[in-house]
């Protein structure tokens, strides 16, 4: 399961494995609004540690997405 830097303790204890659909679109669908929003505070600077930071837990985010989805495929198949 994905760690997440400064996320929130929820997504780290859950377990997709044994979700079903529509709890898995949930947390997509959570996860690519934090997405969408840290896209919105984007520091100027790409060479700050603040963008470093940002980047960091950007990717994270996208790597969660990801995980999220191959469980949701995983359930199609």
Same mark, same amino acid.
């Given at each position: 399961?994905? %760690?997440?830097?400064?996320?929130?303790?929820?997504?780290?204890?859950?377990?997709?494995?044994?979700?079903?659909?529509?709890?898995?679109?949930?947390?997509?669908?959570?996860?690519?609004?934090?997405?969408?929003?840290?896209?919105?505070?984007?520091?100027?600077?790409?060479?700050?540690? %603040?963008?470093?930071?940002?980047?960091?837990?950007? %990717?994270?985010?996208?790597?969660?997405?990801?995980?999220?989805?191959?469980?949701? %495929?995983?359930?199609?198949?």
């Amino acid at each position: 399961m994905a %760690e997440i830097l400064e996320l929130d303790p929820f997504f780290g204890e859950l377990d997709f494995a044994a979700m079903g659909r529509e709890d898995l679109a949930s947390c997509l669908d959570v996860v690519r609004v934090r997405i969408s929003r840290l896209d919105e505070e984007e520091p100027g600077d790409m060479e700050s540690e %603040e963008y470093e930071a940002w980047a960091d837990r950007h %990717e994270e985010l996208e790597d969660l997405a990801d995980e999220i989805l191959d469980y949701l %495929e995983g359930l199609e198949g």
